[in-house]
Each structure stands twice: as structure tokens, then as C-alpha cells.
């Protein structure tokens, strides 16, 4: 296997979408999941560059294992759900820490998943692995609709936030607006732009880590191994 390039990653805590997010990118389809264990990795060749992928687990008993997931990262992608405030207030406790590892020119993306729970007219959602209230619906009533916990800006002071915390003024980075996206895993909705930006976006920092001297891509073969590791197909 070529070595990678570069490494993304997603973090996030559990039920959040990571594995649905790269499912519906990598294989276009929105098949049921199980809570990932460990870690895995996809391979995509985005233009001559071959880039690894890697989906964490976010389940508290893996958490130890994200730092080193993040080892030598070109990006990495914090996804929370938008109908659970609490998912974006934990990739700031708990997540934004394993990033010290990631490459020091390492770009961020922050991610809103499951924006169709939100977004479905009443009678037609409301099922799909939610974390709030409104799924109960039953009884033949119109399914209710989740109220959308984050909004769009809670996002962008996020990204803020992050930049603040890895000393970066935002000049040198991409702007917020353009790293905070809304996502839905279930309908498509902003996935392939998500990724697609992203892959865009790592590409001159592959090239500017090549141009600097000894190549800060990672080995999967000596990436520490996951309890359980699915590699996808590669596209
Ligand atoms: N409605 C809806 N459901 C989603 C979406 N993305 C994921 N889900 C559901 O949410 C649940 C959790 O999705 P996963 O992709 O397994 O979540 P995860 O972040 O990988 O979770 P861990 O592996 O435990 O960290 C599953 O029931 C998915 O079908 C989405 O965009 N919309
Ligand atoms: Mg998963």
C-alpha cells in the first residue's frame, strides 16, 4: 500500500455521525452503524495525492486513543449534532485537547451533523439515532420535529476558540465561514462539500510539508493498532 500523504481525522463524541458522515462520502450510502470501536481508515486519492481518513471512536473508554490517532494530522474534523448543545461543548472539554499531537499547521474543520432531524417537516422524521427529545412520536402522531440546539454561529465562536487556543491569528487560516459546516449524513446534505473542502484545503499543506524537509506523513503500517480496524474501499 502507497503511504498516505496526509492524514485527516474525525473526532466527536459518540452517536455524533462520524462514521455516517464518511459512509455516505466514501460509499454513498447511509447504512445502519454500530458504535465504532478503536478506530479505521479509508484511503481517498484526491487529485495525484493519497490521503488516509480516519474514523475515531467516540465512546469515552476510547478517548485515550484519539491523541494518538491525531499524531502528524494535515486536518482534522470536529463533528458534533446539532440537536444536542452538548456535543459541541464536549469537542471543547474533551476533544480539542487530543489535537496537541495533530501537524503544527494542521487546519480544522467544525462539523454540525444530523441538521435533517431538525429540518424535516412534522410527520415525516424525528427517527434516525437523535440524542434529544421529540423521537417518541408513536401512536400514529405526526413524528415532532427536534429543536436545533446549535446554531450555525455557536459554531464559528467555536472555530474561534480553537484558533485562540492553538495560538493562530486568523489571518494565517482559512476564515470561520468557510470551515463550519451543516450536515446531514442521512440526506447528503453538505457531506461531499464537507469533505471536498477539506481535501482542497490539505493539499498546499502537504505540499508545504514536503517542500520543508522530511515528510510529516503517516505510516499505517506503524499506526498503533486499533481494537478493531474496518479498512474501506478506496475511491
Ligand atoms: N437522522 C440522522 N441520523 C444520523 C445522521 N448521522 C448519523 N445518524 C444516526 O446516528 C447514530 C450514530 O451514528 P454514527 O455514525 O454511528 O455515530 P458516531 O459518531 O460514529 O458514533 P461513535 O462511533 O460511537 O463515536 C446512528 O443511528 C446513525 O444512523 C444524520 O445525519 N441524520
Ligand atoms: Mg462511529
Same mark, same amino acid.
Given at each position: 500500500?502507497?503511504k498516505?500523504?496526509?492524514?485527516i481525522?474525525?473526532?466527536?463524541?459518540?452517536?455524533?455521525?462520524?462514521t455516517?458522515?464518511?459512509?455516505?462520502? #466514501?460509499?454513498r450510502?447511509?447504512p445502519?452503524?454500530?458504535?465504532?470501536?478503536?478506530?479505521?481508515?479509508?484511503?481517498?486519492?484526491?487529485?495525484?495525492?493519497? *490521503?488516509? *481518513?480516519?474514523d475515531t471512536? /467516540?465512546?469515552?473508554?476510547?478517548?485515550?486513543? !484519539?491523541? #494518538?490517532y $491525531? =499524531?502528524?494530522?494535515?486536518?482534522v474534523? %470536529?463533528?458534533?449534532?446539532?440537536?444536542?448543545?452538548?456535543? %459541541?461543548?464536549?469537542?471543547e472539554?474533551?476533544? %480539542?485537547?487530543?489535537?496537541?499531537?495533530?501537524?503544527a499547521?494542521?487546519?480544522? @474543520?467544525?462539523?454540525?451533523?444530523?441538521?435533517?432531524l431538525?429540518?424535516?417537516?412534522?410527520?415525516? !422524521?424525528?427517527? /434516525?439515532?437523535?440524542?434529544?427529545?421529540?423521537?417518541?412520536? /408513536?401512536?400514529? $402522531?405526526?413524528a415532532?420535529r427536534?429543536s436545533?440546539?446549535?446554531?450555525?454561529?455557536?459554531?464559528? +465562536?467555536?472555530?474561534?476558540? *480553537?484558533?485562540?487556543?492553538?495560538?493562530?491569528?486568523?489571518?494565517?487560516?482559512? +476564515?470561520?465561514?468557510?470551515m463550519?459546516?451543516?450536515?446531514s449524513a442521512?440526506?447528503?446534505?453538505?457531506v461531499? %462539500?464537507?469533505?471536498e473542502?477539506?481535501?482542497?484545503?490539505?493539499?498546499?499543506?502537504?505540499?508545504?510539508? =514536503? @517542500?520543508?524537509?522530511?515528510?510529516?506523513?503517516?505510516?499505517? @503500517?506503524?499506526?498503533?493498532?486499533? +481494537?478493531?480496524t474496518r479498512?474501506? $474501499?478506496?475511491?
Amino acid at each position: 500500500m502507497r503511504k498516505p500523504d496526509g492524514k485527516i481525522v474525525l473526532l466527536g463524541d459518540m452517536n455524533v455521525g462520524k462514521t455516517s458522515l464518511l459512509q455516505r462520502y #466514501m460509499e454513498r450510502r447511509f447504512p445502519d452503524t454500530v458504535s465504532t470501536v478503536g478506530g479505521a481508515f479509508y484511503l481517498k486519492q484526491w487529485r495525484s495525492y493519497n *490521503i488516509s *481518513i480516519w474514523d475515531t471512536a /467516540g465512546r469515552e473508554q476510547f478517548h485515550g486513543l !484519539g491523541s #494518538m490517532y $491525531c =499524531r502528524g494530522a494535515v486536518a482534522v474534523i %470536529l463533528t458534533y449534532d446539532v440537536n444536542h448543545a452538548q456535543s %459541541l461543548l464536549e469537542l471543547e472539554d474533551r476533544f %480539542l485537547g487530543l489535537t496537541d499531537t495533530a501537524s503544527a499547521d494542521c487546519l480544522f @474543520a467544525v462539523v454540525g451533523n444530523k441538521v435533517d432531524l431538525s429540518e424535516e417537516a412534522p410527520g415525516e !422524521g424525528g427517527q /434516525g439515532g437523535g440524542h434529544g427529545p421529540g423521537q417518541a412520536g /408513536g401512536g400514529g $402522531c405526526p413524528a415532532p420535529r427536534l429543536s436545533k440546539q446549535v446554531q450555525l454561529e455557536d459554531a464559528v +465562536a467555536f472555530y474561534k476558540k *480553537i484558533l485562540k487556543y492553538k495560538m493562530l491569528d486568523e489571518k494565517d487560516v482559512p +476564515a470561520a465561514e468557510q470551515m463550519c459546516f451543516e450536515t446531514s449524513a442521512k440526506t447528503g446534505k453538505n457531506v461531499d %462539500l464537507l469533505f471536498e473542502t477539506v481535501f482542497d484545503m490539505v493539499v498546499p499543506v502537504i505540499l508545504r510539508q =514536503r @517542500a520543508q524537509g522530511p515528510p510529516q506523513t503517516v505510516d499505517v @503500517a506503524s499506526a498503533p493498532p486499533p +481494537a478493531r480496524t474496518r479498512s474501506g $474501499c478506496c475511491s
